[in-house]
C-alpha cells in the first residue's frame, strides 16, 4: 500500500498546502486527490503571492476584473474564490462522504485587519458568502488579537482554520475561542457543528534555534512542541467540557500540523510527517513533502496522548538557554509580519499586471 494511503488508514488527513491555477487547470489536484489520498487544501497570502508573481495564469482574469475599477484587495479576492471555489468543488465528494469532516479547502482573510476583530468577522462573512461553498475554512490567525474574532466567527457559524499558533499554550488559547462560540450557539438554540481546525506550526521553531543549542538537540525542537499540544488536545477532547458540546451536536475542532516541509536538507525530507502521525489530525504538506512522503515515507509509529518526551526533551532546551514562551511569542508575531508583508507584495503584483491591463485597454 502507498505511504499516503497508510496514512490516511491510520486516521490522518493529508492536505496539500499550496494553490495555483496550474494545479488545477492541468489537473494535477485531481491526481493528488485520486491517487494520493489527499483531503484538503491550505493557502495563504505568500502561496498567492508566489503563483501570481512567478505565473501567467492568472493575466487574462486579472486583465477582466482590473476595467471594472475595483481596488486592488478587490481584485486579488476575485481571483482568489475563483480557484478556492473550483478547488472546493473537487474535495466535495470528500466532505460529502465523511459527513463534513475532511474536503475543506482554506481561504485566509487580509492580515490588515489582524487587529479589528469587527472588520475581521465582517470580511469572514463577506468571503465565506460569496464563495457559497460548505467545505470552504476561513482562516483567521490564532494571535492574542484574533482570538475575539474566532469566538465571533464560530458564533456566527462560519467555519474557521485558526492559524500562525506556535505553541500548545497559543493552540489551547485558540479551542477556547472556538469552544466558547460554540457553547454561545448551543445557548442560543444554534445548531453547534461549526467545522474548525487550529493550526500549529512546526519547523519553524528547529529554523530559530538552530545553531543556538548542543548538537543533540538539534531538530528536535519542533517535534517536541508539536508533542506537547497533541497531548493538550488529546486532553480536551476527553475533557467534561468537550464532551458537553460533542454530545449536544458540536463537531471537534481537530489539530492541524502546519509548515512540515523539511528546512535543513541535512534531514529526511519526511522528518515532520512521519514523527507527527495522529489519528483526528490533520497534516497539511508543501507540494515537495507530499510527493517525497508517497515516494519513500514510513508509517510506523503515531503520537502519544500524553505527549510522548516532549517535557523531557523542552526541559533540555530550557536547560540550554531557550525561553520557549518568549520564542513561541516572537514566532507567532514574526508569522503575523511576514503574511502582512506577502500581502503587500501581493497588492503590489496585482498593481503592476492591473496597471499594463489598463494601458492595453486605454
Known amino acids: 500500500m502507498q505511504a499516503t494511503k497508510r496514512l490516511s488508514s491510520a486516521g490522518q ?23 494520493l489520498s489527499v483531503t484538503g487544501l491550505t493557502s495563504n497570502p505568500t502561496i498567492f503571492d508566489k503563483a501570481l508573481r512567478h505565473g501567467s495564469s492568472y493575466d ?18 476575485g481571483l482568489a474564490l475563483e480557484d478556492i471555489t473550483r478547488a472546493a468543488d473537487l474535495f466535495r465528494p470528500i466532505h460529502e462522504r465523511t459527513a ?12 490588515l485587519l489582524a487587529s479589528d476583530a469587527k472588520s475581521t ?17 476561513i482562516k483567521i490567525p490564532g494571535t492574542p488579537d484574533g482570538l475575539a474574532a474566532i469566538e465571533e466567527s464560530i458564533f456566527a457559524g462560519i467555519p474557521i482554520n485558526v492559524t500562525l499558533l506556535f505553541s500548545a499554550k497559543q493552540y489551547e488559547a485558540a ?18 457543528s461549526v467545522a474548525s481546525v487550529a493550526s500549529l506550526f512546526v519547523s519553524r521553531w528547529d529554523v530559530a534555534v538552530a545553531g543556538k543549542v548542543a548538537p ?33 451536536g458540536a463537531r471537534p475542532q481537530r489539530l492541524l500540523f502546519a509548515s512540515t516541509g523539511t528546512k535543513d536538507p541535512k534531514l ?22 507530499l510527493l517525497a512522503f508517497a515516494a519513500h515515507g514510513e508509517v510506523d509509529r503515531t ?60
Do not use: C
Request: charged letters at 25%; aromatic letters at 6%.
Open 303 to 362: 503520537l502519544s496522548a500524553e505527549g510522548g518526551e516532549s517535557a523531557e526533551v523542552l526541559i533540555e532546551f530550557t536547560r540550554g538557554g531557550v525561553d520557549l514562551e518568549a520564542l513561541a511569542k516572537r514566532l507567532q508575531e514574526e508569522g503575523a509580519a511576514a503574511f502582512v508583508n506577502s500581502w503587500k507584495d501581493l497588492l503590489e503584483v496585482i498593481d503592476s499586471k492591473a496597471a499594463v491591463a489598463s494601458k492595453e485597454y486605454s
Open 60 to 77: 487574462a482574469s486579472l486583465r477582466a476584473r482590473a476595467r471594472s475599477g475595483v481596488s486592488h484587495e478587490e481584485l486579488f479576492f
Open 13 to 35: 488527513s493529508i492536505w496539500l498546502d499550496n494553490i495555483t491555477r496550474d494545479l488545477l487547470l492541468t489537473g494535477t489536484l485531481e491526481r493528488y486527490i485520486r491517487d
Open 100 to 111: 463534513g469532516v475532511d474536503g475543506w479547502v482554506s481561504l485566509e482573510v487580509s492580515p
Open 216 to 248: 543533540a538537540l538539534d531538530n528536535r525542537l519542533g517535534i517536541a512542541v508539536a508533542q506537547e499540544a497533541h497531548g493538550v488536545y488529546s486532553k480536551l477532547l476527553e475533557s467534561a467540557r468537550w464532551r458537553r458540546v460533542l454530545n449536544a
Open 121 to 137: 468577522l465582517a470580511q469572514a462573512k463577506d468571503l465565506h458568502a460569496r464563495a457559497n461553498r460548505p467545505n470552504l475554512f
Open 175 to 192: 479551542a477556547e475561542a472556538w469552544l466558547r462560540g460554540v457553547e454561545r450557539r448551543i445557548q442560543a438554540g444554534l445548531n453547534p
Open 268 to 289: 529526511s525530507d519526511v522528518l515532520y510527517v512521519q514523527n507527527l502521525i495522529a489519528p483526528l489530525t490533520v497534516n497539511t504538506m508543501p507540494e515537495a513533502t
